[in-house]
Structures are given as C-alpha cells and as structure tokens.
C-alpha cells in the first residue's frame, strides 16, 4: 500500500509559478509510474501530467504542456510539478498518483483507472 503526500498548493497570482510535491511512503518508490490529476469545482478530475519510473518519459494534457513540468526524485520518494505562467483555470485540487508497473503508453497515461493509489490533494487557487 503506497501512501501519497502532497504539499506546495496555495494561492497565486496569475503568471505565477507554484511547485508541487508529492511524498512517497513505499520505499520502492522507483517501480511506480506517477502521475497529477486535478479537479476543479463541479467538474470531473482531469489528467495534467505523468512520468514513467525513470523519469525519461512524460505525457502532459494540451492545457498545460509547454507551462508545466513533471520530474521525480526516486532517491527521495518525491515527485514534483512545476508549474508556471499559471491561469485562472489551473485553479482546483491537485491529486498525485501512482500506478503498479513501470511504463505506459500515452493514452493509458491520462486515464484514471491506470493509477492503483491516490493522494488527498492540494488546493491550488489562481487569483486574476
């Protein structure tokens, strides 16, 4: 059973940047795929980012490639987002999650059901 962490939300300004963190308990950390969803207010979860268990390949949703990055330590059981140049629409709940199996294509990144273990989220606000 693998417990997630997250930390780094809070409130921004818009182009700003804000870096999530997301702390692994499961020592082997480096077995898991990883990945950040989000949720906004009266919408479904939404696919934003995900890393194999290297790091060497990552997928991002359209809506934030080129502002975001995913990156993971496996050496510290973390795996970060950065985000900058944020907008009113990142603003939501930010989940980590992690997924049995080293590697997955693309599509099977940004599918829900692909992760077996989830975080409790942090709020990341966007104030225009």
């Known amino acids: 059973q693998v417990q997630l962490v997250e930390s780094g939300g809070g409130l921004v300004q818009v182009g700003g940047s804000l870096r999530l963190s997301c702390a692994a308990s499961?020592?082997?950390?480096?077995?898991?795929?990883m990945g950040w969803f989000r949720q906004a207010p009266g919408k479904e979860r939404e696919f934003v980012a995900a890393?194999?268990?290297?790091?060497?390949?990552?997928y991002y949703a359209a809506s934030v490639k080129g502002r975001f990055t995913i990156s993971r330590d496996n050496a510290k059981n973390t795996v970060y987002l950065q985000m900058n140049s944020l907008k009113p629409e990142d603003t939501a709940v930010y989940f980590c999650?992690?997924?049995?199996?080293?590697?997955?294509?693309?599509?099977?990144?940004?599918?829900?059901?692909?992760?077996?273990?989830w975080g409790q989220g942090t709020q990341v606000t966007v104030s225009s």
């Open positions: 499961e020592r082997t950390f480096s077995s898991y795929r």
């Open positions: 999650a992690a997924g049995d199996g080293r590697y997955f294509g693309s599509q099977a990144a940004m599918r829900a059901d692909e992760y077996d273990y």
């Open positions: 890393v194999t268990w290297s790091g060497h390949n990552t």
